[in-house]
């Protein structure tokens, strides 16, 4: 891609409405635009990041045996009166009324949705286990939306639900979606911390948060030093395996880790001081496990094998995926802008041509540019005709993990320069070797 062509409205001044790092810098980088108050646009930048994010998501949901429908943003008040919720989401929930004067909602999450889907079809303990998820936006009327994509009203979420015969199986299906988070946030280059949570208006009697340690985080979070320790989880993951993956939640919930809801003073204050930590964090997951809540008043009742009819066991798992684009920030930026970790970076590679009106550096970056695209390696090729200095500001600002600088003093020797974002390890190559670095997999 041509940044002479691309559609990217940086801005040079920090916009004064953004209070924290991450919203300050998607705005500067032109990733996403405010349409109302917590409703924005995700303008190219932003939206390849989010459609990166949801990918890693759909994979490690899939790995873990989940199958991806879609339901719709608009749902019927009338399955929510019978859960008997609809009264009780209160001003959150954004209620419509159609031509017709149906009573109908954006909804802000699909429990009961999910459920009437399954009680027409789920009929016996044969059709289960099931997790089926789906990627979609949500609208919460949030009293308060701030921190641009970090709370706002219309927002995309991952929402998963199990379907299991009985209580046991229902734990087995909540520890596969356990691990399939932990897996997940790591591959994203984050540390996310699963911690005891309070469930909140989606009910239930067991719930982790998945948590990353942040200063702008809005929860305020308390756990041992050893879990922020823990390694991240490997690819090594046999899903079916129940006992494993009991070891695996095991150890994760063994170190005290809580958000303030589940606080514990006394076992708080039984950890030695120099292993205790209290932070803000950003909740980037939540998990729960509610049994009967929806099935029973819907009345989405499966056959056990002795013919006696049961409601289907549920939980219910959501991962904030736009969210999740101002999270990584606030873990992965400096003084300069933003540092996407690879797996979620909008292009792996900023080619910066120091002077595009110069034939012999047109020529190699050219070269470079289509070298690079033939081999899958996403490029943001910068031919603009403008100083290095601002060159190098707009990529450091936007945080590719790869720059890859074209010079007419370089292409007198037959170098160009490669950089790391991160480290800001700088490299002089030929191009064949810097080629040969970038399209290593
Ligand atoms: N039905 C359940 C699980 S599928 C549910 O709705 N859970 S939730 O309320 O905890 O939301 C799931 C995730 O969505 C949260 O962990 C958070 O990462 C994200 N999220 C929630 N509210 C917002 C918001 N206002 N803006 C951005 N992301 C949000």
Redesign the pocket.
């Known amino acids: 891609m041509r940044l002479s062509s691309y559609f990217m409205p940086t801005l040079k001044e920090n916009p004064s409405e953004a209070q924290i790092v991450s919203h300050r810098l998607m705005l500067r980088a032109g990733m996403v635009r405010q349409a109302s108050a917590g409703i924005y646009s995700w303008l190219p930048l932003g939206f390849k990041v989010l459609k990166r994010i949801e990918q890693i998501v759909r994979e490690e949901q899939d790995a873990s045996g989940a199958q991806e429908l879609l339901m719709p943003t608009i749902q019927a008040a009338d399955l929510w009166k019978e859960s008997g919720r609809y009264d009780d989401y209160g001003k959150e929930m954004l209620r419509i009324v159609d031509r017709h004067e149906r009573e109908m909602l954006y909804g ?4 009961e949705l999910i459920t009437d889907i399954v009680r027409h079809s789920m009929k016996s303990w044969r059709d289960v286990p099931k997790n089926l998820y789906h990627i979609q936006w949500k609208f ?1 009327d ?1 009293v308060r ?1 701030r921190f641009g ?5 219309e ?1 995309l ?1 991952k ?2 639900y199990s379907f299991d015969l009985t209580k046991e199986a229902a734990r087995h299906s909540y520890n596969k979606m356990f691990a399939a988070y932990l897996r997940t946030f790591a591959r994203m280059g984050l540390k996310a911390i699963p911690m005891r949570a309070d469930t ?1 208006p ?1 009910g239930g009697d067991m719930s982790h ?1 998945f948590i990353i340690l942040a200063d702008t985080g809005e929860s305020q979070v308390y756990c041992h030093r050893d879990i922020v320790d823990f390694d991240v989880l490997g690819s090594a993951v046999d899903f079916d395996d129940v006992a494993a993956l009991q070891g695996i939640v095991d150890r994760w919930t063994a170190p005290y880790a809580a958000t303030d809801e589940k606080h514990d003073i006394e076992a708080f204050a039984a950890i030695p001081a120099d292993k205790r930590i209290e932070a803000r964090g950003i ?6 496990y509610f049994g009967a809540k929806y099935s029973k008043p819907l009345g989405a009742m499966i056959a056990r094998p002795d013919g006696e009819l049961v409601p289907v066991e549920m939980g ?5 995926v ?2 999740l684009v101002g999270a990584i920030i606030e873990a992965s930026h400096d003084e300069r802008g933003i540092v996407w970790p690879e797996a979620v970076a909008p292009f792996k590679v900023g080619l910066i041509d120091l002077r595009p009106a110069d034939a012999a550096c047109a020529a190699a970056a050219d070269r470079i540019d289509g070298a690079l695209r033939a081999a899958g390696v996403e490029v943001l090729h910068d031919d603009r005709d403008d100083s290095p200095g601002a060159k190098f500001a707009t990529m450091d600002l936007i945080g590719l993990p790869w720059q890859l600088v074209v010079g007419p003093r370089g292409l007198a020797q037959g170098v160009v320069e490669l950089k790391q974002r991160r480290t800001g390890e700088r490299q002089e190559l030929s191009i064949e070797s810097a080629l040969a670095r970038l399209t290593l997999r």
């Open positions: 802000p999450t699909n429990e919460r949030e939306p994509v970090m709370r706002g009203r927002f979420m929402d998963a909140g989606i948060e909740e980037v997951g939540h998990i729960f219910s798992y959501g991962i904030g736009s969210r």
